[in-house]
Nanobody, 123 residues
Framework: QVQLVESGGGSVQAGGSLRLSCAASEYYVSSGCMGWFRQAPGKEREGVALIDPDDRSVTDDVKGRFAVSKDNAKNTLYLQMDTLKPEDTGMYYC??????????????????WGQGTQVTVSS
């Protein structure tokens, strides 16, 4: 049974940093497209970052502040978040697809989701 377990969320002040992790089991992070999503209270879920097995990544809206990476040996996906802003507050989820390549609009079929980790940024 595939499991994705996020960790690393917390409360920080604006300008601070957090590093989220997503540990995968029964799914290899090197096998398909993986992504980070977030959902703020009262808002729809939105894509934050994508990375494919060839380490090609997409972080359009948060470019320059967030970086996505993965460690194949640890089978873990990461999201390094710097210069955090209050509008970055939300529940952050990792997702995995059985498709190898990502679509830039985050419309890949997402087969597996983690339970989420909360990020709160205060001003």
């Amino acid at each position: 049974q595939v499991q994705l377990v996020e960790s690393g969320g917390g409360s920080v002040q604006a300008g601070g940093s957090l590093r989220l992790s997503c540990a995968a089991s029964e799914y290899y992070v090197s096998s398909g497209c993986m992504g980070w999503f977030r959902q703020a209270p009262g808002k729809e879920r939105e894509g934050v970052a994508l990375i494919d097995p060839d380490d090609r990544s997409v972080t359009d809206d948060v470019k320059g502040r967030f970086a996505v990476s993965k460690d194949n040996a640890k089978n873990t996906l990461y999201l390094q978040m710097d210069t955090l802003k209050p509008e970055d507050t939300g529940m952050y989820y990792c997702a995995a697809s059985r498709y190898r390549y990502c679509t830039a609009d985050y419309s890949s079929p997402w087969d597996y989701w983690g339970q989420g980790t909360q990020v709160t940024v205060s001003s």
